[in-house]
Nanobody, 117 residues
């Protein structure tokens, strides 16, 4: 399984970016897909996740600004990021999780998001 993340870049505060994560296999085989991020000197944190049934969850710091979604037809998960703040600067990682018969986690390479004027 390969996860290919893209869409990062440099954006000014208040701007928007959309991250994409394309999977090599069928996205419907993953129970949960999501995005983590890691800022310099900080631990990696879960940003947003979406289940195969479309249930989403978000870390409090990005609620109302970010939206996670999955497109099964395109085997892609997205993270729409609006009203970006400098504290959103981090490397963003796409993840996929299978729950049965055993838990398996897959990671994509990171994509850098820098919010700066």
């Amino acid at each position: 399984v390969q996860l290919q993340a893209s869409g990062g870049g440099l954006v000014q505060p208040g701007g928007s970016l959309r991250l994409s994560c394309a999977t090599s296999g069928s996205i419907s085989s993953f129970d949960i897909m999501g995005w983590f991020r890691q800022a310099p000197g900080k631990q990696r944190e879960l940003v947003a996740g979406v289940t195969s049934g479309g249930i989403t969850n978000y870390v409090d710091s990005i609620k109302g600004r970010f939206t996670v979604s999955r497109d099964n037809a395109k085997n892609t998960v997205y993270l729409q990021m609006n009203s970006l703040k400098p504290e959103d600067t981090a490397v963003y990682y796409c993840t996929a999780k299978v729950l049965k018969p055993v838990v398996r986690n897959y990671w994509g390479q990171g994509t850098q998001v820098t919010v700066s004027s």
